[in-house]
């Protein structure tokens, strides 16, 4: 009889682990669905009425839960909270120029997953992007990166180089870089976390990416492969 209760014990233990598993991809997957059909909306125009009353801010001051962390751009052009049709309270951003990572934006982003629960990462590019376009200017000159500003071209020199390596056009050559550049920083998020590392593979977090199109106001999913993030979203088509 022991032994009975014993091994239903363990079974329920393994079974809540499971179902709590299974919650944390459907939250994920649900919060993408969240960004990507505000996306629609604001393409369209038909935006959602965003609550900003006074009663939704006192409730946010009590805590917040953002569905998604969005690491995007410092460039004026690209708002989360805008081309994701969000309010107040909705997504945890991380901007910086060439949404790049370093030690703090990590740090930020553990700090969502792991304290507020967030179950998605998002990792979002644009088109004509001008932290890449100066990278790939600094290797057409054969400069090399100074200073702070040198610091973020930097971080995207492996994603210009490849894109050189592949050749094309010049703006071919860009489109490519914004891709490789996307998925170049979800890897390092993934690398250099071992918190991400430890909620992904509890299937707690999710890794997508996509690239901003300045001039649709569309936002199109880049693939990331099992090197570059544990979970990814879908190639990118185009514009």
């Known amino acids: 009889m022991r ?11 393994v079974a809540i682990f499971a179902a709590a598993s299974l919650t944390g991809a459907e939250d994920a997957d649900q919060a993408l669905k969240k960004l990507m059909d505000g996306n629609k909306r604001y393409v369209s125009g038909t935006f959602l009425q965003r ?4 009663a939704k801010r006192k409730e946010l001051a009590k805590g917040q839960k953002p569905s998604a962390i969005v690491v995007t751009c410092s460039d004026s052009r690209v708002s989360p909270e805008l081309l994701f049709d ?8 991380v901007r910086t120029a060439g949404n790049v990572v370093d030690k703090i934006a990590l740090g930020s982003i553990e700090y969502a997953a792991e304290h507020l629960h967030s179950p998605l990462v998002y990792v979002l590019g644009h088109e004509k992007c ?3 376009q100066a990278t790939l200017d600094t290797i057409e000159a054969k400069g090399k990166p100074e200073g702070n500003i040198g610091a973020i071209l930097e971080k995207v020199m492996p994603a210009a180089v490849a894109a050189n390596k592949k050749g094309g056009s010049k703006d071919e050559i860009l489109e490519y870089a914004v891709k490789e550049n996307v998925k170049n920083t979800s890897k390092e998020i993934m690398e250099k976390s071992s918190i991400i590392q430890h909620l992904s593979h509890e299937n707690k977090v999710k890794i ?3 690239e901003y199109s300045l001039q649709t106001g569309k936002v199109e999913a880049i693939e990331l492969t099992a090197e570059k993030a544990s979970h990814g979203g ?3 088509k185009g514009h």
Do not use: C, T, Y
């Open 3 to 13: 032994k009975r209760l014993k091994f239903l014990g363990v079974f329920l233990i």
């Open 51 to 54: 609550d900003l009353s006074d």
């Open 234 to 236: 879908h190639e990118k």
């Open 86 to 93: 969000q309010s107040i309270g909705d997504v945890f951003v």
């Open 130 to 132: 001008g932290a890449v």
């Open 208 to 210: 997508a990416g996509g």
